[in-house]
């Protein structure tokens, strides 16, 4: 019974209980004990994270020839350990305050905490799969199991769930494809083969491979031809549900890519391989995907008017970064990649749950509908405060490493184009969440909102756990780039040199503690020189400057729809939603072939066309 | 403009029955008209003669006849001849009905005349109150309002030889020190 | 109006005692000469006396050489210009932004019509005397001052502050009842401004015996309340 | 290592006092320069310290918030920190301990500030003031961005000291701007916008937005941001300084580059009106970034 | 060792009897069918248990290639255990018309268990005419308009169909001069020429109307729908996997490696298109089902394609997976009839049936604990390791159908549990039978979902018997047994 299999066997007893149990009211709070307890034996193979040996499952089956086994090395833990930190951090939101309302408003708290349960045990048995079969099947249960989480909220969120499942499968296909492809280079799914196997492939089954298990695993990603499902398939998901897949649903794409395109196939093959007629090479095509599929996300999330819509299309950019890092294939790039996977995780789950924390109150998550609740929810907005500055990457929060670590990469390895993209990402990203925060918390406080109060302490904990665990690997980034060190040797790739600080280097290090700490140090001297003044007094919001204008409370004084519309005024043409008009047209075409087909089956004269064809053949055939 | 044009308009006009008609110059008619001849002339105007355009009414204080004096300013971009039709209204009922239907414009002038002269104009779409919305005084451009003594009721005036004005006297008075003396930088 | 409201308004303001330790009193010239040396003018042209100030800001007679420059909003404004004739409906909005400075601010009536209603003196709809509605610091006199007159004005409202005699804003907080019965005999009994006037004496103790009164009572029977909004969890 | 420690620290106390200093200094300058140019006398010499001590000295004052509070607490903050990263002649604070891109998002963190405290002002002028303020941002920062890798990518590393260390060791010609002269323009450019001067001030714009996220600021709000804005000169100049004219040798001549190249900006600035903000992004998209990537190009081989 | 020619006499004489004992007594009818098919299973599965190698009776004592011989290997057996078992569980158990279906259905069974187990060509012909007559019988016994204009439709069709398969048998006689399989294999190089393939064709043309090959699958929409639940259950789960044996049967005794199996692959690959393009677009769930089986029997027509052991292994487990859960879902179509968009909100009013519904579609799509996925990954494991373009397209064609195939089914699913709005039925509510049937199956299909690795390896050996053309050979030829009627066990 090696650590694993508890582990394995908990979720499991997880996904039971909360399968058994949806009635009774308190099943939040078991399912909570549960995934701190999976958290627990998680921890305890700890090891893992810090260099420790592969751990097997002691169950494993050989079905119609093909062994099926499971192993957790220190790259599955530590996305196993992002998973399940985001559905505690989920479901521990749901148990409380919010379940209860969920239910008086008709929603089954206890199917969500069953369907999160269930999302963990299929994402735990993808990231241990030990050949590729199993990673197949893990793939395969991961993208029906969220399909559950999205369809739970019913009306328009199983339109979404529906499109969102057509694109899984359609990936899922592909990379059963390249299964079948890898079959029949090596004759087995093992890992071992296909690594022994690769370097000897030729350009065509590489490039063909690589394009089928990119489109497979792209599609979960979010990649950009296929992210038309992802942001309003999060978005539409119960509460913490969105928090737990926008945190790390998508990432699971980028865990098989790793695994299958990195580790087994190698990165070294993708750059030699040059794509005719251009000066690019198939690993320049996938990191402009990439970066292109940070830039249209996140300038789609400009554009939102619903929060949590902006913020699904941001888990869509910020996928590009991960990916991004990790194909320069320098120690800090796949370090940048890696680590922005855990932060990413953290501030997305945090800016999530407090949005929820906001509809919790005001029934609402329409950006034009709310504002000025800062006075009300002030620890709602501290933690949308601080993800918010972890999204945008700005110092003193853990976004700001993982980017760093990319920059400096793409810097050094001298992408001038790829840079900017990337930074282009994050300005925009800047301007989105400022919008988001100010339309939310900032300006003036609607009349309908001025008895809302904090919301109840077991929504609250969670999101203050998450935001500190962003504050704190902001400050001391080293703690994670311990774990993404020992997932880089597992993963086959030059482990990053680092101090508990950041890096050490002379092309330029980084040393968090003494930059955040200058920073509060600055904000002191801020202070000090803040309050050296006047006591100032707190006035109402209607007493406000207006050209000697009386403000009434009945006129709105206040700007949030079209927020940017100097930008929007200059870049508003280029949303035309091209990628839209493609998927309609792919539609069109099924559905034209579909009624070619249907014909033939209502026409009235089969025996005339079947005596047709036969004379036909037998004519070929005989004379 | 030409005479034709005048001559045209002279015959037109007369089917208003009691109007006297006299031509100040060329391009301005003064029509006098009975009260509740108004509206049948300003119509007739409006769709036989071009007078798209009422300028302005504006309302004179006969108060010795206790009577007001409505004049409708009409204006035509073919004849180009100013028409200004002049009616009496007796000032102590001070009702008249307003011509808003035929002229759109003609409620902001009703509206005005009502707050300055206390005259109510029937069918007009808004007589509250239209600038003076701190006044609630009776209305001021009545002959019969003596503004003069109203401001001596209800305002205080500056004292004249206040001790500081004394004071700068003593130091010689208005403007003491010579420009450049005052000139501070370089 | 009896004349007793007159003289309880002393009408060239005594100078504030000395501080006792001398450090206090440097740091107290010090910041009083910066005060003087740099005054933010709000350039609220209520009347035709405003074509008179860009002159005084450009080339010609360059009123930032004495440190003033124009500023838009009365929050960052010291001087409150007005300029020109202040009919009722535009006092309420001078009150309003007068309320809505910080002080130390100054009120510089320009234009004889802020003096004693000047050429509009019999006209139902000005307002007369000035200083009966906000404690005026300085009048410039002139049916459109020239702009040296507005820079001497200035000159010698920079002269009073250096020398700490222009306190006048005080007198807003001391005598906020006298101030607020004028202005409710114009505008009624209903009137009422944004700014708690009245919690800001408090808050910087400037609460004078002639704070309170009559006319206050009937400020705060009428008044909405208009506490900020304090951050509560 | 324990006296090291203290000596950073001293640096970076020192640091941010020195910059207030030249920042006031800079004010000056500019005031003088655009009175220059417009025939008038011009401020006297101390009237930017006269300002902030005035600002300080306001008795009454009124603030919408602790967010407020907070919001100019970052916003000076912020600039503080970012002094420490920049090295001076004989201090060089923690510049090793981040690169050029830490300082390039550190000097976010106080528009970010100043973002948040305007917002809690609940005032539209304001809050249109910041959207636009962040749109400039969004066009000034790509040019600046782009010669920022160009620097790096010729210089081999983002350590400011080293950077300087390199320029400094073969004299002019070592300097970033005689090897790369089409990037110094582009930086120029963008260090011009950056400054939110005249024909980029679509922020502050008086007239239409009542001076932007500056409404509701008064007193020692004011105050904050006047010292912010000499903190945004020094720190634009000295960073321009350092990346293509050597950094610093001794304080005379480094006074010198940081006022000269404060004074190109400063005289551009008070000869044009201002631009729309979409205009203002065309502008910035089209030209520092073709000259920025043109510079690119070069550096690259 | 004689007694499994019971299974087709015993049937067809319980058939022509009913009548008789009808008059006598309704009850006793009522009982003789079900005790016919335990009988049938009874001796079918002894034969099962017991045999370890082909064994080939020749019957009516007169020796192969002259008489007429069966073949009983595990999978012609295994068939034979499997035709009466499905009888059995979709046996009219309510039914109050009267004997006439019973008949039909008793004439069904017997004829297909000889069509399974006979190894003479002409044999399997005659069969397959017995088997086609008493489906006509039982498509139209729902009794109305739409069902008896489908049924003719299929009778025309079916019609043309025999009289291609005569032809085709007729040409095979003139080319090699035997009907017996074995014998037709021994001298198959003499059909290796354009006129044996003709004659495949042909055969496989006229045996196809049943199996739903693409071009004469015209009728199966119009006969599913309006047949009963029952009907096309038994007709698009059992029947047409007994016509695909037959061809598959013929083709590896007679044209192991030929471009047959190519003529088959383009056959399947264009029911797989043909089939899942109309399912997306249909508009009620039996027309749905229906084009859906078209679809998956041009997959079990690909799978059986694949040369040597690995096609057959695949097209066993695609074909068993399949006659496994279409039966059950198109049980579940007894009160779910009508449109789709009728059916919102059904899963309030038959909870059981939604999640059956459910099961049975994650499995048809291959979704990975269920057994459909490992049959469809024998499958493409199977297509790649056959190295040619063609099966290539085929594995392409393959994945974008069960897309297709996903998107329409999870569609219906979503429709299922969507909140019931205004022209949603009211009696969406499943009878007990229906469900007790398809709860059934469903655990059997949950059974094989964990015992997946001895299942496996039983298929397995089953498909190399049965792929083992030398074997078929000598057996029926070398060491024939002549059934002794006497001797019976």
């Not at chain 1, 925060?437 to 909102?449: K, V």
């Not at chain 2, 504006?58 to 200004?84: A, K, M, N, P, R």
């Not at chain 2, 009616?87 to 509206?111: H, K, N, Q, W």
């Not at chain 3, 002639?210 to 029977?221: D, F, N």
Request: with cysteine; proline share 4%.
């Amino acid at each position: 019974m090696s650590m694993l299999d508890t582990l394995l066997l908990i979720s499991l007893l997880t996904v039971l209980l909360t399968g058994l149990g949806q009635r009774v009211t308190f099943i939040g709070w078991i399912a909570t004990l549960l995934l701190t307890a999976q958290l627990l034996t998680l921890l305890l193979m700890g090891k893992l994270g810090y260099g420790g040996e592969i751990i097997d499952a002691s169950f494993g089956f050989s079905i119609l020839g093909q062994p099926l086994n499971w192993r957790y090395d220190a790259l599955s833990w530590f996305f196993a350990l992002i998973t399940i930190g985001s559905a505690l951090a989920g479901s521990a939101f749901a148990a409380g305050a919010w379940g209860d309302q969920y239910r008086k408003e008709g929603g089954n708290p206890g199917l969500l905490q069953f369907s999160i349960a269930l999302n963990v045990l299929a994402m735990l048995l993808l990231l241990g799969s030990g050949d590729l079969l199993s990673l197949f099947i893990g793939w395969e249960l991961v993208s029906w199991a969220s399909l559950l989480l999205m369809v739970i909220a019913g009306g328009r969120a199983s339109e979404f769930g529906m499109r969102y499942i057509v694109y899984a499968t359609a990936g899922a296909m592909a990379v059963l494809a390249g299964l079948a492809i890898i079959f029949q280079l090596t004759g087995s799914f093992a890992y071992d083969d296909l690594a022994a196997v690769a370097p000897a492939l030729n350009t065509l089954q590489i490039v063909t491979l690589t394009l089928l298990f990119f489109f497979g695993f792209g599609i979960k990603m979010g990649l950009l031809p296929f992210h038309l499902w992802q942001a309003d398939a999060y978005a539409e998901t119960p509460g913490p549900g969105t928090a737990f897949l926008g945190a790390i649903s998508s990432r699971m794409g980028l865990y098989a890519i790793l695994v299958v395109i990195i580790q087994l196939i190698g990165l070294v093959r993708l750059i030699e391989i040059e794509i005719p007629y251009s000066f690019l090479s198939l690993r320049d095509l996938l990191m402009w995907v990439a970066a292109i599929s940070i830039i249209i996300p996140t300038f789609i999330a400009l554009r939102q008017s619903d929060a949590r819509r902006l913020l699904a299309w941001h888990g869509i950019g910020q996928g590009g970064y991960m990916l991004i890092g990790l194909l320069v294939l320098d120690p800090y790039g796949s370090a940048g990649g890696l680590m922005h996977v855990f932060n990413h995780a953290t501030y997305q789950a945090a800016l999530f749950l407090s949005v929820s924390a906001v509809i919790y109150r005001t029934r609402t998550s329409d950006l034009n509908r709310l504002g000025g609740l800062v006075t009300r929810m002030p620890l709602s907005f501290l933690v949308m405060l601080i993800g918010i500055i972890g999204l945008a990457g700005i110092p003193p929060m853990n976004g700001f490493v993982s980017k760093w670590l990319v920059y400096r990469s793409l810097i050094i390895e001298g992408m001038p184009l790829l840079f900017v993209a990337s930074v282009i990402g994050t300005l925009g990203t800047i301007l989105s969440v400022y919008k988001l925060i100010h339309n939310t918390f900032l300006g003036q406080l609607r009349l309908e909102h001025e008895h809302i109060r904090e919301v109840p302490l077991s929504m609250t904990i969670p999101m203050l756990v998450l935001s500190a665990i962003v504050f704190i690997t902001g400050f001391m980034p080293g703690l994670v780039l311990d774990w993404v060190g020992s997932a880089q040797v597992a993963l086959g790739m030059p482990q990053l040199a680092h101090t508990l600080g950041g890096v050490e280097s002379t092309q330029g290090s980084l040393d968090m503690i003494w930059v955040c700490s200058v920073l509060f140090g600055g904000f002191a001297v801020g202070a000090l020189l803040f309050y050296s003044g006047n006591k100032a007094k707190r006035v109402h919001q209607l007493d406000n400057y207006a050209g000697g204008h009386f403000l009434t409370a009945d006129v709105r004084y206040h700007y949030s729809d079209n927020f940017y519309a100097g930008l929007m005024h200059h870049i508003g043409s280029w949303y035309r939603g091209s990628f839209l008009w493609l998927e309609s047209s792919l539609i069109s075409v099924v559905s034209s072939l579909s009624g070619g087909a249907q014909l033939l089956y209502n026409s009235f004269h089969p025996a005339l066309y079947l005596l047709m064809a036969i004379t036909l053949s037998l004519y070929f055939f005989i004379g | 403009m030409n005479s034709a044009q005048s001559q045209s308009l002279n015959v037109l006009l007369q089917e208003i029955e009691g109007i006297q008609l006299t031509h100040q110059n060329q391009r301005r008619l003064r029509a006098d008209i009975s009260a509740d001849a108004l509206p049948a002339l300003l119509a007739l105007l409006r769709g036989r003669a071009g007078y798209v355009h009422l300028s302005a009414i504006s309302c004179v204080d006969w108060i010795e006849d206790d009577q007001f004096e409505l004049v409708y300013h009409l204006w035509s971009y073919e004849t180009s001849i100013l028409i200004s039709a002049h009616i009496r209204v007796a000032r102590d009922p001070g009702i008249y009905l307003s011509v808003f239907d035929i002229y759109t414009p003609a409620a902001f002038f009703e509206r005005d005349i009502h707050e300055m002269f206390g005259l109510y104009f029937e069918g007009s779409p808004d007589m509250s109150k239209f600038i003076l919305t701190e006044w609630d005084g009776p209305p001021p451009m009545r002959k019969d309002f003596d503004s003069e003594q109203w401001v001596m009721d209800n305002f205080t005036w500056q004292d004249y030889h206040p001790d500081w004005l004394k004071q700068i006297e003593q130091q010689g008075g208005g403007v003491v020190k010579s420009a450049d003396s005052s000139r501070k930088s370089s | 109006m009896k004349s007793t409201d007159l003289d309880r308004i002393e009408v060239n303001p005594k100078t504030m005692p000395k501080r006792t330790n001398p450090l206090a009193n440097v740091f107290d010239d010090l910041v009083r000469f910066c005060r003087s040396r740099s005054m933010f003018m709000l350039h609220y042209c209520t009347g035709c006396g405003a074509i008179e100030l860009p002159p005084a800001m450009t080339s010609r007679f360059d009123m930032e050489r004495l440190g003033i420059q124009p500023m838009v909003t009365p929050r960052q404004a010291d001087i409150l210009l007005i300029t020109g004739y202040v009919s009722i409906k535009t006092l309420k909005r001078v009150i309003l932004t007068y309320e809505q400075m910080g002080s130390p601010k100054y009120v510089i009536g320009i234009c004889s019509c802020t003096v004693n209603g000047g050429m509009y003196w019999q006209s139902y709809a000005t307002a007369k005397k000035l200083d009966e509605y906000m404690p005026v610091d300085l009048y410039i006199a002139g049916c459109m001052p020239r702009p040296e007159a507005v820079i001497e004005g200035l000159q010698q409202l920079m002269d009073k502050i250096k020398n700490d005699q222009a306190n006048s804003w005080k007198q807003y907080y001391e005598n906020y009842d006298y101030y607020l019965g004028n202005q409710q005999k114009l505008f009624g009994n209903n009137w009422q401004t944004p700014t708690d006037v009245i919690g800001e004496a408090e808050i910087y103790r400037l609460m004078g015996p002639q704070t309170l009164g009559e006319h206050t009572k009937i400020l705060q029977q009428v008044q909405k309340p208009m506490e900020p909004l304090e951050m509560k969890l | 290592m324990a006296n090291s420690i203290l000596l950073t620290i001293l640096e970076v106390i020192l640091m941010p006092l020195v910059a207030f200093i030249v920042g006031l200094f800079m004010v000056l300058m500019m005031r003088k320069l655009a009175a220059k140019l417009q025939r008038r006398v011009g401020p006297p010499l101390f009237q930017p310290l006269y300002d902030i001590v005035k600002l300080y000295g306001k008795q009454t004052q009124i603030s919408h918030g602790l967010i407020h509070d907070i919001g100019i607490i970052m916003a000076v903050g912020g600039y503080v920190a970012a002094e420490a990263l920049l090295p001076v002649p004989g201090m060089d604070g923690i510049a090793a301990k981040g690169g050029l891109v830490t300082l390039a998002y550190l000097m976010m963190v106080p528009s970010l500030g100043l973002a948040l405290g305007v917002g809690q002002c609940a005032n539209p002028n304001g809050s249109i003031g910041i959207s636009r303020a962040l749109t400039a941002m969004l066009a000034y920062d790509i040019p600046f961005i782009i010669v920022i890798f160009g620097v790096a990518y010729h210089f081999g590393s983002t350590n400011l000291v080293s950077i300087i260390a390199t320029q400094q060791a073969e004299g002019i010609a070592g300097w970033g701007i005689s090897e790369m002269p089409i990037l110094a323009i582009a930086g120029l450019f963008a260090l011009h916008a950056s400054l939110g001067k005249q024909p980029f001030e679509i922020y502050i714009a008086p007239a239409e937005i009542a001076t932007g996220p500056m409404v509701e600021m008064g007193g020692k709000f004011l105050g904050g941001l006047f010292v912010m804005q000499t903190f945004q000169l020094y720190t634009a100049s000295v960073l321009y300084v350092s990346l293509f004219l050597g950094g610093g040798e001794n304080w005379v001549t480094f006074l010198i580059k940081c006022f000269a190249v404060l004074a190109i900006p400063v005289l551009i600035a008070y000869l044009f009106p201002r631009y729309r903000t979409e205009d203002l992004i065309r502008l910035v998209w089209k030209w520092p970034v073709m000259l920025a990537l043109l510079g690119v190009a070069f550096v690259m081989n | 060792m004689n007694n499994i020619a019971f299974n087709i006499a015993l049937p067809l004489l319980a058939a022509f009897l009913l009548p008789v004992i009808h008059n006598g007594s309704a009850k006793a009818s009522r009982l003789v069918g079900p005790f016919v098919l335990l009988a049938m299973c009874w001796f079918a599965a002894a034969y099962f248990i017991f045999i370890e190698h082909p064994v080939a009776l020749a019957l009516g004592g007169f020796l192969p290639p002259l008489g007429i011989s069966f073949h009983l290997d595990q999978l012609s057996l295994l068939m034979a255990v499997i035709i009466p078992l499905m009888l059995l569980l979709l046996w009219p158990y309510t039914n109050r018309e009267g004997f006439r279906e019973e008949a039909l259905l008793l004439l069904l069974a017997g004829a297909s268990s000889g069509m399974a187990l006979s190894g003479d060509l002409f044999n399997i012909y005659v069969f397959y005419e017995l088997l086609s007559v008493a489906s006509f019988g039982l498509a139209a016994s729902t009794h109305n308009g739409a069902a008896f204009a489908a049924t003719f439709r299929y009778l025309v069709i079916s019609g043309l169909g025999t009289v291609l398969a005569l032809t085709g048998i007729g040409l095979i006689y003139t080319q090699t001069g035997t009907l017996n399989l074995a014998h037709i294999g021994q001298l198959a190089a003499q059909l290796d020429n354009n006129v044996g393939l003709a004659a495949f064709a042909l055969i496989v043309l006229g045996i196809g109307v049943k199996a739903e090959i693409f071009p004469v699958n015209g009728w199966v929409p119009e006969v599913y729908a309006t047949a009963k639940p029952r009907i096309s259950a038994l007709l698009a789960g059992l029947i047409s996997k007994l016509a695909v044996l037959a061809i598959v049967r013929l083709l590896v005794v007679a044209y192991a490696d030929t471009d047959a199996l190519s003529l088959l692959l383009v056959l399947g690959i264009l029911g797989i298109i043909w089939g899942e393009l109309s399912a997306w677009r249909a508009k009620d769930l039996k027309r749905m089902f229906a084009f859906s089986s078209i679809g998956q029997l041009g997959m079990v027509l690909v799978a059986f394609s694949i040369p040597g052991e690995a096609g057959m292994f695949a097209g066993l487990a695609m074909m068993l997976h399949h006659l496994l859960v279409k039966p059950a879902l198109f049980m579940l179509t007894e009160n779910w009839s009508g449109s789709i968009s009728s059916l919102t909100g059904a899963a309030r009013q038959s909870p059981l049936g939604a999640a059956l519904f459910i099961l049975f579609a994650l499995s048809l799509i291959g979704v990975p604990p269920f057994p459909g996925f490992w049959a469809k990954l024998i499958m493409v494991t199977g297509l790649v390791g056959a190295d040619d373009s063609l099966y290539l397209l085929a594995l392409g064609i393959l994945l974008t159908a069960t897309v297709i195939e996903a998107n329409y089914l999870i569609r219906c699913a979503i429709q299922l549990y969507a909140p019931a709005d205004e022209n949603s039925s009211q009696s969406a509510k499943h009878g007990r039978l229906t469900l007790s049937i398809s709860s059934a199956l469903g655990v059997v299909l949950i059974i094989s979902l964990f015992s997946i690795t001895p299942l496996g390896n039983k298929l397995y050996q089953i498909a190399a018997e049965a792929s083992n053309r030398s074997l078929y050979i000598n057996t029926t030829l070398s060491n024939a047994q002549v059934p002794a009627l006497r001797k019976i066990q």
